[in-house]
T-cell receptor, first 114, second 113 residues
């Protein structure tokens, strides 16, 4: 398996633009997590899904952020409109909840909002 | 909600020495405590975890200990090597209620050759 796949790996955008981050979890995994990592706030969980259903979105910072999981193989995290304080590395992780507690992280998307 | 504190924020050791990183948690219902290693520019990767029904767990040069009464757990790395240099994150979760991990703030470990 190729592991968790994220795209793009780097994104530079202007303030006010819409940003869409994409994630493909490991095949067969039933949990998907979106994290944000910054120097100031560390590693924060934004939202997680189980069987494509959002379970906990309490970490989503505000209405500008939204996440979807239309099927078991794909999820998106959208920021609209983007702001400079959204600059961070965004990680997607997946887990096979019935078998293990290990979350497998993707390579991350480094987002810079100018 | 759960809060996880991690110390120290940076740790420098000589190659071959031991390193210890400590975490405390606030929610007594937490029962799962993983440790993730993140090399510079890379993704976090699980290195070891422990559940609340176990006091200690070892895997080669790394070990984790848990003190439920005091609500703290520690990562021990023996015979450190330069490739152990990374940021280490502890985390806690109440797996009976959620799969949400609350992460500590991380420890930058530098192993000097």
């Amino acid at each position: 398996d190729a592991g968790v796949i994220q795209s793009p790996r780097h994104e530079v955008t202007e303030m006010g633009q819409e940003v869409t981050l994409r994630c493909k979890p490991i095949s067969g995994h039933d949990y998907l997590f979106w994290y944000r990592q910054t120097m100031m706030r560390g590693l924060e969980l934004l939202i997680y899904f189980n069987n494509n259903v959002p379970i906990d979105d309490s970490g989503m910072p505000e209405d500008r952020f939204s996440a979807k999981m239309p099927n078991a193989s794909f999820s998106t995290l959208k920021i609209q409109p983007s702001e400079p304080r959204d600059s961070a590395v965004y990680f997607c992780a997946s887990m096979w909840g019935d078998i293990t507690d290990t979350q497998y992280f993707g390579p991350g998307t480094r987002l810079t909002v100018l | 909600g759960e809060n996880v504190e991690q110390h120290p924020s940076t740790l420098s050791v000589q190659e071959g020495d031991s390193a210890v990183i400590k975490c405390t948690y606030s929610d007594s219902a937490s029962n799962y405590f993983p440790w993730y290693k993140q090399e510079l520019g890379k993704r976090p990767q699980l290195i070891i975890d422990i559940r609340s029904n176990v006091g200690e767990k070892k895997d080669q040069r790394i070990a984790v200990t848990l003190n439920k009464t005091a609500k703290h757990f520690s990562l021990h790395i023996t015979e450190t090597q330069p490739e152990d240099s990374a940021v280490y994150f502890c985390a806690a979760s109440n797996k009976r209620a959620t799969n949400k991990l609350i992460f500590g703030t991380g420890t930058l470990l530098a192993v000097q050759p």
